[in-house]
């Protein structure tokens, strides 16, 4: 047997798991002498234009204004301040749009198998329309196109309580007042019950066959006893109201219009690929299992609830997940809008002001690599937990 | 004796459930909740459709050399008329756009003759992938036999956005097969590697990895080296698109069941064969939904080029509108621009559906 292995025509050139191993140390030497070329190219690059390195420069004065923050900033503040404002607000957009996509999504992934077929069509332009229109040109239209040709202040479109125009949105502000810490504990205080009567109740259900309608219940007692505890405490929230004064619109809240339109854009745009999410996975649940439900007597409601939507969850979550992130990603287009996140902050007005390209740059790759991380994480557990739990 | 049974003629359904009436009934008002979707339905169509038919169409201006001649009070499709060409090319030289135009000419007459059934299809190919690129280099940016030559600033409008999508197709594809081989192999270092750039790539906007093109590249050349921004944005956004590119293969490949692979080697055909023959053709057959996606995507995504100072379709619209003649054109503008890529992206989703079908071999599960 060894005679026959070890025989002459079978070189070690001849060995694929030989030949493995040359290809890949010729390839790791390849790969390590490439970025070494580049890393002394680029050496020797900043040491003529000397431009210095490090991150010493967060600890620096910005100098420039960001327009939109929602923490304390003035242009006194230093890079490392400016890319924290700019951190949060990519974080905002990004979460702010993932909720409203899904809402969107859903809705017209259900309107797409209605069985009206007026609205069943309406959705199908929809989504058709949207997800084949770059997203970038999206954003310019609601930007340039729709908020841009909203009145001056003076003539602001009124609503309610808000007020719409050039600047943007502006609604009531809610203000807090002494004792809104009686109305908070009262919330937690509903909620941590809530989530006991849903423990109770399943438990109730597995051993008795009984069921309590717990969600309704809790949503109830939530409301119900955050109210209580506004009344007792005195309602203890004021709000700010918009005032119109002669040419501008003062008090309140504002969405600025970048703003407005970065997320319009992306939940809209989001919205339509989450909706094809949705249809596939509820197209993907056998009917026979619909039929069963029926036969057992379940009421429609009920059937979507527990039967089809917990087996087309199984096929939609990975890919939600991955149109999640790239919403995330996607955030980065309202630096073309001059909305102030992290693109537009950091590998924008700081870069071209302190020259360390390699610094920012790296620092945005890092962000967004963990922002996309922590979603991934986040839905993988979400998928574990209602995947299929064979015996 | 026998009595002769004659089936009388069926009945013809009842009235109330065939023809339009039944269906407006089915379709339409089945329920409480169906009759008031439909009204709703009816309601959105009578803010939206109205309105738009009549601005885009009814009160709107055709022709004219300005924004004086759109009186109509509805939309201006003039501005649209005026700057066309440089819709089309960018501030590509009028009198040179012909150039553009043979290589576009010459591409469809190219990708016709795969039609006809005598030419060899391999050196077809060949000639698509290798030969025409160079000569379409050369009509593009002049230099030799007497063309006049075009820098590549001037580039620009459909034809850049074009030229983008199709180079990253092209250029993304065979990459994005070795990185999902690469990530399906069983050699460690290789293997990592591609993990490595495959996740790091995913992971990080589009935009990075353009600023990093245009920005981070020079610094990273020796002194005196340096090449052509369209360059570096092209390698940009095949890099980018290839990582994309090889997570759907990797799809592909993990659905192909086990035993091909082991009658690929017990025909003793060695790893290249066995892929190239084997494996690669029911992968990328499985995939092909994905991989148009994935250059739809890339289609659109081209317009980003504008954030990095070029200027694609999107770019050259943006650009328009500013023209202080041309003043409130805004939308005329994007309503071109993504009519434009409506159809391209429409169009290719379209052509992959009749592709799919086309290659179906009729393994279904019934």
């Known amino acids: 047997m060894s005679d026959k292995t070890t025989s002459s025509n079978k070189s070690l050139l001849n060995d694929a798991g030989t030949r493995a191993l ?59 301040r400016a890319f924290f404002v700019a951190l949060i607000n990519t974080v905002v957009i990004s979460l702010m749009g993932i909720v409203l996509a899904t809402i969107i999504g859903v809705v017209m992934g259900l309107a797409r198998l209605s069985n009206n077929w007026l609205v069943a069509r309406l959705a199908t332009v929809y989504v058709e329309t949207l997800r084949n229109i770059p997203l970038l040109l999206q954003m310019f239209f609601w930007y340039f196109a729709v908020l841009a040709a909203l009145p001056i202040p003076k003539n602001s479109i009124v609503f309610a309580d808000f007020f719409l125009n050039k600047r943007g949105i502006y609604s009531p502000n809610p203000m807090i007042q002494d004792g809104f810490g009686f109305v908070v504990a009262g919330f937690v205080l509903s909620i941590v019950a809530s989530i006991a009567l849903v423990v109770w109740a399943k438990k109730r259900q597995t051993k008795t066959g009984l069921w309590f309608p717990a969600y309704w219940a809790s949503l109830g007692m939530i409301v119900v006893i955050t109210f209580l505890a506004l009344a007792a405490s005195g309602f203890p929230i004021e709000f700010d109201l918009p005032q119109k004064s002669r040419f501008n619109v003062t008090g309140g809240m504002v969405l600025p219009p970048e703003f407005v339109a970065v997320l319009v854009a992306l939940s809209t745009y989001t919205g339509a690929f989450i909706a094809e999410i949705v249809r596939a996975g509820i197209l993907s649940v056998n009917w026979g299992q619909t039929e069963a439900a029926r036969s057992l007597g379940l009421r429609d409601s009920l059937t979507q609830r527990l039967i089809v939507l917990p087996q087309a969850l199984r096929v939609i979550i990975p890919p939600l997940t991955s149109q999640f992130l790239n919403l995330a990603k996607n955030s980065s287009l309202g630096a073309a809008i ?8 950091v590998m924008g007005t700081t870069l071209n002001q302190t020259g360390q390209a390699v610094e920012s740059i790296g620092l945005c790759m890092l962000v967004y690599g963990t922002l996309s991380l922590t979603i991934s994480l986040f839905m993988n ?11 | 004796m026998a009595i002769e049974f004659k089936p009388s003629p069926s009945l013809p359904p009842p009235v109330n459930s065939v023809g339009a009436v039944a269906w407006v009934r089915q379709n339409l008002l089945s329920s409480p909740l169906n009759i008031f979707l439909t009204l709703f339905s009816f309601y959105v169509l009578y803010l939206l459709v109205p309105p738009v038919i009549e601005w885009g169409i009814l009160t709107a201006t055709f022709e004219g050399a300005s924004k004086a001649d759109c009186t ?9 008329g005026v700057y066309f060409e440089q819709f089309m090319y960018g501030l590509y030289p009028s009198e040179e756009t012909w150039r553009i135009n043979l290589a576009l000419i010459l591409l469809v007459v190219l990708i016709g003759t795969f039609a006809v059934k005598t030419v060899n299809k391999l050196f077809l190919s060949i000639g698509i992938l290798i030969i025409y690129p160079v000569i379409a280099y050369f009509l593009f940016a ?44 069983n050699m460690p270092i290789a293997k990592s590697i591609c993990i490595v750039f495959i996740e790091t790539v995913r992971a990080v906007p589009l935009i990075t990895i353009l600023f990093m093109a245009s920005v981070m590249i020079p610094l990273f050349l020796p002194e005196g080296m340096n090449f052509n921004k369209l360059l570096r944005v092209l390698i940009g956004i095949t890099l980018f698109s290839s990582a994309y590119m090889a997570e759907v293969i990797r799809g592909g490949l993990q659905a192909i069941p086990k035993g091909q692979y082991e009658a690929a080697d017990s025909m003793g055909l060695n790893y290249w064969q066995s892929m190239i023959l084997v494996i690669l053709p029911q992968a990328l057959k499985l995939v092909i939904p994905g991989i148009v996606n994935t250059f739809i995507g890339l289609f659109k995504d081209t317009t980003l080029v504008y954030i990095v100072g070029m200027f694609d379709l999107l770019g050259r619209v943006q650009a328009a509108t500013h023209d202080s003649s041309w003043l409130g054109t805004t939308i005329e503008g994007y309503a071109f621009a993504g009519f434009v890529f409506w159809a391209a992206c429409f169009g290719m989703s379209r052509y992959s559906m009749r592709i799919e079908r086309k290659l179906e071999t009729g393994h279904k599960r019934n």
């Not at chain 1, 680029?42 to 420039?64: C, E, H, K, M, V």
């Not at chain 1, 001059?338 to 902050?345: F, I, Q, S």
């Not at chain 1, 557990?381 to 015996?391: A, F, G, I, Q, V």
């Not at chain 2, 509805?74 to 501005?79: N, Q, R």
Request: glycine share 12%; proline share 3%.
């Open chain 1, 22 to 80: 040359i290809f890949q140390i010729v390839l790791l030497a390849a790969v390590v002498f490439v970025g070494y070329y580049l890393f002394s190219n680029l050496q020797a690059n900043r040491a003529d234009q000397g431009i210095s390195t490090g991150f010493a420069f967060l600890n620096q004065p910005a100098g420039f204004p960001v327009l939109i923050h929602l923490i304390e900033y003035t242009e006194a503040d230093t890079y490392g």
């Open chain 1, 338 to 345: 001059a909305y102030p996140e992290l693109v537009a902050v």
């Open chain 1, 381 to 391: 557990w979400y998928n574990k937990k209602m995947s299929l739990t064979e015996r």
């Open chain 2, 72 to 80: 109509g009070g509805g939309a201006c499709w003039a501005f649209i």
């Open chain 2, 142 to 185: 002049g230099g030799v036999f007497g063309l006049e030559v075009v820098e590549t600033s001037l580039w620009g409008g459909l034809f850049l956005t074009t030229l983008i999508g199709v180079v990253g197709i092209v250029a993304s594809f065979p990459l994005g097969i070795l990185l999902a081989l690469g990530r399906q192999s």
